[in-house]
């Protein structure tokens, strides 16, 4: 792998996106086909990488099954080979009309957020906002609404594409502060996006603050991919000591900060440099949850994840969730069988230690709510409620058959003897 930079160098941060891609190519060796097929469809997906990611992650000896590679850069078989074709033959306006058209057959958003998670005050919908469950809401802050860098399979790859339509933005926390005022069983707010800290600490502060005026919110979570694609966030950056001491001071008011980090593959904490960016954060009284979806060929195999978790818990942060990858966006390449996903988590937490056995999964974050397959007995998966919009489902057991190659909850079966509110709940 090609030798990290210095951090000297490597803290300035510098984003790439289709354009680059010549620069890229010239750099790293990428095949003129390659790269011309990553362009074709950076037309429909999101891109953008950054310096980091490319030098310090990325073997470039293994592309293009590199693991990191196939996170970050478009794969040929991500669209059909009508759309790829249909596009290949397209400008101007028709292949604007083109991209608009595949993208909405990509399910942009899954789950129903658009249609059963935006939550109302007096009557007038909420822009950046979510309220699935009970006591968690999720807010978008509108300057959070890119990432240092974007994963392929980003089941919220329609907030980076660059249409407004399609996007989950608040422009600040009025509402939001409006909002939890009347709803006091809420006690968990989920800063997410794109990426809060994409944002510089001045402005993640103006967004945090007037949330603090709220007591009863007791637990401020960041979703967050930095820590893996951009640690110097919490290291070099010019104000990275700031943003410790954001978290420092949210944490004496007697709140929980949680960062959320994602990280996908042990590789990604490997440098030392994003060691000891979890370092910091813990330093602050914060804690790290990490959490990531199971992806075909990036870390479909048992022994990625118990390395990962191994290396979590080393650096004192929480396994917490192995996710089954959503139905939305390229699916059909990244999808991992459900019965699979269940050998897959059960083979690498027996090779645990107890103190990691804190992670759950494979988890769907469904249209009723989040669902573990806890096992798979002959034909049937045994399934539970972990989160649910009817709070009355949490924790309830339940089977479905499932045949073969199945790989997300409506092509389960469920069994006849299914209650009447689970059944009613997934098949709404």
């Given at each position: ?139 978008f802050p509108g300057h959070g609404q890119t990432c240092h860098a974007y994963c392929t399979y980003c089941f ?6 660059g249409d407004p339509d399609l996007q989950f933005a608040a422009p600040d926390p009025c509402r939001l502060v ?251």
């Open positions: 792998m090609t030798q990290p930079l210095a951090v000297a160098t490597a803290a300035r941060y510098r984003a790439y996106g289709p354009r680059q891609l010549n620069e890229i190519s010239a750099r790293f060796g990428i095949p003129a086909p390659v790269r011309e097929t990553a362009r074709l469809l950076s037309q429909v997906f999101p891109f953008r990488v950054n310096e980091y990611v490319l030098t310090n992650l990325i073997d470039w000896r293994q592309v293009p099954d590199d693991p990191i590679y196939q996170m970050v850069f478009p794969q040929p078989t991500m669209l059909s080979i009508k759309d790829t074709k249909r596009l290949a033959g397209l400008t101007g306006a028709e292949l604007s009309s083109a991209v608009r058209d595949i993208r909405a057959r990509l399910n942009p958003h899954p789950s129903g957020q658009r249609e059963l998670n935006v939550p109302t005050l007096d009557g007038a919908e909420l822009p950046g906002m979510q309220h699935k469950y009970r006591e968690t809401v999720l807010y919220r790859w329609a907030q980076f594409v409006g909002y939890l005022g009347r709803h006091p069983e809420v006690s968990d707010v989920l800063v997410t996006g794109g990426d809060p800290l994409v944002m510089s600490t001045d402005r993640l502060r103006a967004h945090l603050e007037p949330i603090l005026a709220v007591e009863s919110v007791r637990t401020i979570r960041l979703g967050t991919k930095s820590v893996a694609y951009w640690p110097y966030r919490f290291t070099a950056d010019r104000d990275a000591d700031d943003l410790l001491r954001l978290f420092e001071q949210i944490v004496t008011t007697g709140r929980t900060v949680a960062v959320m980090a994602h990280f996908s593959h042990p590789r990604e904490l490997d440098p030392e440099v994003a060691q000891h960016a979890v370092a910091r954060i813990r330093a602050t009284g914060a804690a790290v949850y990490c959490q990531a979806p199971l992806i075909a060929r990036v870390n479909d195999q048992a022994e990625i994840w118990t390395r990962l978790w191994r290396a979590e818990l080393g650096l004192g942060a929480v396994p917490y969730y192995l996710f089954v990858e959503r139905d939305t966006g390229p699916h059909d390449y990244f999808k991992v069988p459900l019965a699979r996903a269940v050998e897959i988590f059960q083979a690498a937490y027996r090779d645990l230690p107890g103190l990691a056995r804190t992670v759950r999964g494979p988890v769907m974050s469904a249209k009723p709510g989040k669902v573990v397959v806890d096992g798979a007995a002959g034909e049937f998966l045994q399934l539970r409620f972990l989160q649910a919009r009817d709070p009355a489902l949490v924790g309830r057991p339940f089977l479905a058959r499932y045949p073969a190659g199945a790989a997300w909850l409506d092509e389960l079966a469920l069994d006849p003897s299914t209650p009447a509110d689970i059944a009613a709940a997934i098949q709404g």
